[in-house]
């Protein structure tokens, strides 16, 4: 591991921890045994550094959503797959902040980086809409195909899959104690169905 990925590593697990205000630069270089040169040759400021983290966590995400869309020869292989890749990403998210009782943690930095850095916002804004934006897209080949009902509004059901998919982590990172794995096969069938125009299950 070079200095930069050890300085990152570090300063990951200290904001996690205690927050952007509770970590110090000091605090990154004497963790992370890093000279001040070399911390400010890769993050010009606290911020910087902070900012990065965030975004690389969020290329991360992204990029486990973005191939697995990509592999799906269609709308219905699509759903059919959902849970294992949930399954998948639940684990790559929950062992990158440390268990799901710290899952938290990692949703007050990114509300510490959307309300510290308007730049951070944006940036992960373009990339939410771009992903919503590319589901629709999936939504309308698969209203052409016939596979999906001809009155459902592609753009709001994207949202509302970015919405389900985002909400349930963080319904997670809440209330520890919930298993959202007795509720997500549910969901995203009654999602499907839905898109289908049929009728939701309800479950037992």
Do not use: C
């Not at 400021?45 to 486990?64: D, G, H, P, V, Y």
């Not at 992960?124 to 939504?139: D, E, N, Q, Y």
């Amino acid at each position: 591991m070079d200095m930069r990925d050890r300085i990152l590593t570090v300063a990951r697990e200290l904001f996690l921890e205690h927050g952007f205000e509770g970590v110090s630069m000091n605090r990154v270089l004497e963790e992370a045994g890093a000279s001040k040169g070399a911390l400010y040759h890769h993050f010009v400021s606290k911020q910087a550094l902070f900012e990065e983290i965030i975004l690389n966590f969020f290329r991360s995400s992204e990029t486990m959503m973005w191939q697995y869309l990509e592999s799906q020869r269609d709308i219905d292989d699509a759903f059919k797959n959902i849970t294992a890749f949930l399954d998948a990403y639940e684990t790559w998210f929950y062992r990158e902040v440390g268990g799901q009782q710290r899952a938290h943690r990692y949703f007050r930095l990114l509300l510490d980086g959307v309300r510290l850095s308007p730049g951070l916002r944006e940036r992960i804004s373009v990339s939410l809409r771009s992903l919503v934006g590319w589901l629709a897209s999936v939504i309308d080949r698969a209203k052409d195909d016939g596979k999906v009902h001809q009155d459902i509004d592609s753009a709001v059901t994207a949202f509302q899959i970015m919405a389900t998919l985002e909400g349930m982590f963080f319904l997670g990172a809440v209330d520890p104690t919930l298993d959202i794995s007795t509720y997500k096969v549910v969901i995203f069938d009654n999602l499907h169905r839905l898109l289908r125009g049929g009728s939701q299950e309800v479950s037992s």
